[in-house]
């Protein structure tokens, strides 16, 4: 399992915050045991993460996980990064923020509606470029910034400051919830998948 995971999105920091942020919520992890202190676990093709510390199993929830289970490391983004699924980043649909109506990208068939896409595709680009990016909303013809728009599920996530564990089971609500707090009160999304 070790090329599953799970990365929290703090929607809200600013490049400028992230690592101060990030150094603050490394520390409290630590000091919570949930991981090591020091970055020495290798992780998939970046430096070295956080190993799991001993209180690990007190915010993942592993029943369905065959024993013994071994978490991979946990990699700390601090740079304005698109975090997307992996493989399976194919959202079905967005929530315009200003309407709260979807745009879909499927039809019930499950194939692709041309074109729907493409201003997301644009924005994003947009956005790893750090200049505005803005989706007009085929509905209500209004333009919202792409991170405020919602509902691609597990898929995507843009910010500037990224948690990734690797190979942990599923992080428990209680746990994410307490994340929120640490990240003071921003939105967050939890992007999990494969790769
Ligand atoms: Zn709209």
Redesign the pocket.
Known sequence: MGDYFQTVVDRDATEAEAAPLAARVVAWLVAEGVIGPDRTEPALGRGPGYPPGPRVREVVDSSGWGEPWQGGPLHVDVTRTVFDAGQYADPSSAR??????DIAFHDRALQGIPGAWDPFSEAIEDWEAGVDALVR??????S?PLVDWTGMGHCFAFGALGFTFWGWPDLTRSFLAEFDRRLDGHRTAVVSGKI
Not at 96 to 101: A, G, I
Not at 137 to 142: G, K, L, R, V
Request: with cysteine; proline share 8%; glycine share 0%.
């Open positions: 315009c923020p200003r309407c709260e109506r909303c085929a509905h209500c013809d209004a919202s």
